[in-house]
C-alpha cells in the first residue's frame, strides 16, 4: 500500500553533512530511518509522527541528525551533520499506517514498508 524511494547517499569526508530524502506514495502515519552496517544488526535512528511532527533520536546521533517532513510532499528527510566513519551504512527508510504507544519507537518490527536503501559512506 506504501511504496518509498530513497535518495542523496553518497561519500563524504568525516565532518561533511548530507541530506537524504524519502518520498512516500500512500498514507503513512510514522515514517523513520534505519541504518545497517556490513557485520552488524540494523539500527533505528530517528522516526517522525507525521501528523504532529514528534520526533525521537537514537543516542548515537542526537545533536548530529535531524529528521524533518514536507509533509505537502509525503517526504522525509534526515539531515546528516558532523558525520563520522562509523556513520557508515546503509541508509533505510522505512513507515507504516499504524502507531502503537508501547514499545520502542525506533523498532524495526513496527515498521511494514521499506525502502530499497541508500549508501552513505564517511571516510576518515
Known amino acids: 500500500q506504501v511504496q518509498l524511494v530513497e535518495s542523496g547517499g553518497g561519500s563524504v569526508q568525516a565532518g561533511g553533512s548530507l541530506r537524504l530524502s524519502c518520498a512516500a506514495s500512500?498514507?503513512?502515519?510514522?515514517m523513520a530511518w534505519f541504518r545497517q552496517a556490513p557485520g552488524k544488526e540494523r539500527e533505528g535512528v530517528a522516526r517522525?509522527?507525521?501528523?504532529?511532527?514528534?520526533?525521537v533520536y537514537a543516542d548515537s546521533v542526537k545533536g548530529r541528525f535531524t529528521i524533518s517532513q514536507d509533509k505537502a510532499k509525503n517526504t522525509v528527510y534526515l539531515q546528516m551533520n558532523s558525520l563520522k566513519p562509523e556513520d557508515t551504512a546503509m541508509y533505510y527508510c522505512?513507515?507504516?499506517?499504524?502507531?502503537?504507544?508501547?514499545?520502542?519507537?525506533?523498532?524495526?518490527?513496527?515498521?511494514?514498508?521499506w525502502g530499497q536503501g541508500t549508501q552513505v559512506t564517511v571516510s576518515s
Open positions: 522505512a513507515a507504516d499506517q499504524r502507531n502503537y504507544y508501547s514499545g520502542s519507537q525506533l523498532s524495526s518490527y513496527r515498521y511494514n514498508y
Open positions: 500512500g498514507y503513512t502515519v510514522i
Open positions: 517522525i509522527l507525521t501528523n504532529s511532527g514528534n520526533t
